[in-house]
């Protein structure tokens, strides 16, 4: 969320500082038993509670060392998160502490970028050597030279110490290749995006609608634990995806779309929720603005203009659009998450936005409800230096929508040197080989640099790439910052140490602190080490640093959520009102109101590439952990049956992908199923690792992001839109 947004939430809320103190004696909620006095322990048994870190989802955990040694992971019952209960990639999590091809020593390369040659280092040459090429940069180009990339909250010491430094190029993937467009749209939409964890009140959705959000593949489990509930007490379900997904498995209605023809049947719902005069007429006129030019805007896209473009009868157009209408505003059409998909994704996203809008569904039970949060101060640091060049990732504005920095930005910048050379890059737990797409431009950029640090736990691609590499802590060995959470109800998290780092691996807190020492930045550091800092923040908002490390988890008093409950209807939008038609997007010379654009077709013999996730592995991060190995030790390509029938491919034969630009996969194995259109093929992202250092992870299945040479970006906010490649079939022997 924005600052602007949070002081507004504030405001609304009535969380002044006072309701916040008041709100410290419910820190654990009546007759709630302390977590750990529950986890009954055998002796000998010792239980911390921490918070996860196999994906960004921060489910609260409990973990149990048994003799010294690290035992297992549970949900911590305390988490409004995880109520209990992980995900089998949180429950894995232990595999990361064990994973035989760790890193473990700072690393300093011997030949040239991308041999993975190595010498081991001290942690002090490592970083002498880091901080004397980042004040050879500043030097000769200025500060802003040196980006960092990096992804979740383990980041946030490196980021501090970067804008000390002097740089204002800070970037993660979860903005221009994931969710990025969508936050985009609902914030033009809405005046607010749906943060993360996402604002959607699954729980209580009387009609939910996926759109290639595939919750129970996509695994994060608040969501599916919500979903399954909502399931459970007899929900209607519509989903929207070229392949039959687990979810898509219990709809009621599964439209398998054509893809990248989601804006066309966006536009056809709107339509018949205007034309039969379904959608909440009273909740527009309250709070909508443009809405006679929107339903102007909307006329033509009728279901038989949308039926061939989406291969959706008209008929199941109508059918489900007065589905969702009969349960509004208890209809929750969710807004997905990774959605940088075809370039057109933020439009794309505001049409989810606006459908949402004439179902009441923003603000009510059932549909997006507005999370809360404790006030817990930032610690006091001297102010960073002003850049005076600014940015480097979007000049002159090219993307006027994108308020957060562009990871792709940074790439191009770095290769054209333009507006300004970039000459170092700081990665933090981001795996940009993977990450980005077209892995050749990011080779490029990375030949341009003067120095490439990586901090890691395992000897990931881009690692392989660094001129030093840092081996980090898993997070069962750190603390990090505090996770000052909005959701539901508000609370705040610790990650807490469990167990001893095997080898001299160090956590971020203490690399970025080092790091700033060596670089004159000592007064931006002023605390001892984090357990300093971590006292000074609870001290100051007025908990007990004791009792969170005790239960992990401090709950705050619950507050209104919904409209209904008192939250003002007040909208961060120009006219203060939901926008149905887009003054800002007209003035930057974008459509106010979505349109649609065919997307491409695959050339003859070619299928569109999509990909998602499975439930037991995140990205390219769990490949090496034997544990979720063991559940999922390769990708598969799903592949039409009558397609692979025609091509002479069976379940189990390998093959390899050919992308539209002569690139060729890894060898994959093919799974034929009923359960995709012949148009597309599927795979798992996060497969098919080079990397030398990953003995085990190496050639198992095959990389998506290999595949993806090309990406249209949303001209709105620079997004990434990645399902724009095609593949065709090479036989193995
Ligand atoms: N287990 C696990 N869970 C995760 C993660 C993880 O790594 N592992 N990562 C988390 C993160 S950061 C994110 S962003 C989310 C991502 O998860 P989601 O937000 O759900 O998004 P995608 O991965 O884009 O969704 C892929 C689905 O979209 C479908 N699809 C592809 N093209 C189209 C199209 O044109 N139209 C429609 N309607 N559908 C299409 C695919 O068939 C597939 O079912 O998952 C989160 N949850
Ligand atoms: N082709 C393709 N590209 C995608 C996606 C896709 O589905 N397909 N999904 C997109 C989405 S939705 C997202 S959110 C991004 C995700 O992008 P990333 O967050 O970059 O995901 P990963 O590829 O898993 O890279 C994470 C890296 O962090 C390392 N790591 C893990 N734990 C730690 C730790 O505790 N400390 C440190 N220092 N490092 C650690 C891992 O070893 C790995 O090298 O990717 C985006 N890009
Ligand atoms: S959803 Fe799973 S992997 Fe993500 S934080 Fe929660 S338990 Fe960990
Ligand atoms: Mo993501």
């Not at 006679?292 to 805007?297: I, K, S």
Request: glycine share 8%.
């Amino acid at each position: 969320m924005n600052p602007i947004t949070r002081r507004r939430f504030l405001k609304i809320t009535g969380t002044s500082l006072g309701a916040a103190a008041a709100a410290k004696t419910l820190s654990v909620l009546p007759g709630t038993a302390h977590a750990l006095e529950k986890a009954a322990a055998p002796s000998g048994v010792q239980v911390i509670p921490t918070f996860c870190d196999v994906c960004f989802w921060k489910c609260g955990a409990l973990a149990y060392v048994r003799d010294g040694k690290l035992w297992k992971v549970e949900g911590n019952p305390e988490d409004p998160l995880s109520r209990g209960r992980l995900c089998p990639r949180g429950t894995g999590g232990i595999g990361a502490h064990y994973d035989p091809d760790r890193l473990t020593s700072p690393l300093l390369r011997r030949s040239s970028r991308g041999k993975e040659e190595w010498v081991e280092v001290t942690w002090d040459e490592a970083l002498d050597y880091i901080a004397e090429r980042m004040q050879a940069i500043k030097a000769k180009y200025g500060p802003e030279s040196v980006a960092l990339f990096t992804h979740g909250i383990g980041g946030n010491f490196l980021r501090h110490a970067v804008r000390a430094y002097g740089s204002p190029n800070i970037a993660a993937p979860s903005f221009a290749q994931c969710r990025g467009p969508r936050d985009v749209g609902f914030r033009l939409t809405f005046g607010e995006d749906v943060g993360s964890p996402e604002r959607t009140d699954i729980a209580n959705a009387r009609c939910i609608v996926l759109i290639g959000s595939h919750l129970g593949e996509n695994m994060h489990n608040t969501q599916v634990q919500e979903f399954s509930e909502a399931m459970a007490a007899g929900a209607s379900l519509i989903v929207v995806d070229p392949r039959l997904s687990v979810a898509a498995g219990k709809a009621k209605w599964y439209l398998p779309i054509k893809p990248g023809t989601d804006m066309a049947l966006l536009l056809a719902w709107m339509n018949v929720l205007l034309r039969e005069n379904l959608y909440d007429r009273e909740y527009v006129a309250a709070h909508g603005f443009g809405f006679e030019q929107f339903a102007a805007g909307i006329v033509d896209f009728t279901p038989e203009w949308a039926y061939p473009e989406t291969g959706i009868p008209p008929e199941v157009i109508r059918e489900t659009a007065r589905e969702m209408a009969r349960y509004r505003p208890a209809t929750l059409v969710h807004p997905g998450r990774h959605v940088t998909w075809y370039g057109d994704d933020a439009q794309r996203s505001r049409a989810i936005a606006l459908l949402n809008a004439l179902l009441g569904s923003w603000g009510r039970k059932g549909g997006f409800y507005y999370p809360q949060s404790m006030d817990v101060p930032a610690y006091p640091y001297p102010p960073y230096p002003k850049s005076e060049k600014g940015k480097v990732d979007n000049p002159n504005n090219k993307y006027p929508f994108a308020d957060e920095t562009l990871t792709t930005g940074i790439r191009e910048a770095t290769i054209s040197g333009k507006p300004y050379p970039v000459k170092g890059w700081l990665v933090y737990a981001t795996n940009l080989i993977h990450a980005l797409p077209n892995e050749a431009e990011t080779i490029c950029a990375l030949q341009e640099l003067d120095l490439l640090a990586v901090v890691d736990v395992i000897p990931s691609e881009i690692a392989g790439w660094a001129d030093v590499v840092l081996p980090e802590s898993i997070y069962l060995e750190r603390y990090d910052d505090l996770n000052v959470e909005w959701f539901r109800q508000p609370f705040i998290a610790l990650r807490q140490p469990v167990v001893n780092s095997p080898h001299n691996q160090k956590p971020n807190w203490w690399i970025a602190r080092k790091l700033a020492d060596k670089l004159g930045l000592g007064e931006y550091f002023p605390w001892k080490d984090i357990e300093e800092y971590l006292q000074y923040r609870l001290d100051k908002a007025g908990y007990s640093f004791d009792e969170l490390k005790r239960k992990g988890i401090i709950r705050g008093e619950k507050q209104p959520i919904y409209f209904d409950e008192g939250v003002p209807a007040e909208f961060a939008t120009p006219s203060g009102k939901i926008e149905f038609y887009s003054l800002q997007l007209a003035q930057a010379g974008f459509d106010p109101v979505p349109q649609y654009a065919r997307p491409a077709e695959p050339p003859p013999g070619y299928f569109r590439l999509l990909y998602g996730r499975a439930p037991v592995h995140s990205f390219s991060r769990t490949q090496s952990n034997r544990l979720l190995m063991d559940m999922l030790p390769e990708n598969d390509v799903w592949v039409n049956a009558d397609v692979a029938a025609r091509r002479g491919l069976k379940s189990g034969d390998y093959v390899r992908l050919k992308n539209q630009d002569g690139v060729l996969s890894n060898r994959i194995r093919v799974k034929a199923t009923q359960r995709i259109r012949p148009d597309c093929v599927y795979m798992v992202h996060g497969f098919g690792h080079t990397a030398k250092g990953l003995r085990f992870a190496r050639d198992k299945g095959a990389s998506d992001a290999q595949l993806l040479t090309r990406y249209q970006t949303d001209p709105l906010m620079g997004g990434t839109g990645m399902n724009v490649n095609f593949v065709t079939f090479e036989l193995e022997a």
